[in-house]
């Protein structure tokens, strides 16, 4: 089991920016898809964004694209997400997620039910 543990998040301004870091414990990070999902008040958590083990293949849900970038450091056991130009609908709790088996099919990174670990979250408010 991985224990991930989020970090960055707070009050921002729309407009504004936030790096989001997610820290994993754990020998095997670098061979971990990871991903970030978020959970806004009332509503279910959905996907953000999401990183092959490598850090060559990132995936996105439309409404970030352009905006947010995840990206990771496998010697750190670290994946980020940079957002940029931060929206009222971007608040919500921000959850990293790992995936310790083989990414078998692109789908797969979009799937809530496909990761294995969770994060406890961080709250993103974006205020007017």
């Known amino acids: 089991q991985v224990h991930l543990v989020e970090s960055g998040g707070g009050l921002v301004q729309a407009g504004g920016s936030l790096r989001l870091s997610c820290v994993a414990s754990?020998?095997?990070?670098?061979?971990?898809?990871m991903g970030w999902f978020r959970q806004a008040p009332g509503k279910e958590r959905v996907f953000v964004a999401a990183?092959?083990?490598?850090?060559?293949?990132?995936y996105y849900a439309d409404s970030v694209k352009g905006r947010f970038t995840i990206s990771r450091d496998n010697a750190e056991s670290t994946v980020y997400l940079q957002m940029n130009s931060l929206k009222l609908d971007d608040t919500a709790v921000y959850y990293c997620?790992?995936?310790?088996?083989?990414?078998?099919?692109?789908?797969?990174?979009?799937?809530?039910?496909?990761?294995?670990?969770w994060g406890q979250g961080t709250q993103v408010t974006v205020s007017s």
């Open positions: 997620a790992a995936r310790e088996g083989s990414v078998v099919t692109i789908d797969s990174y979009y799937r809530r039910s496909e990761y294995d670990d």
């Open positions: 990183i092959n083990w490598s850090g060559r293949l990132t």
């Open positions: 754990g020998r095997s990070f670098s061979s971990y898809a």
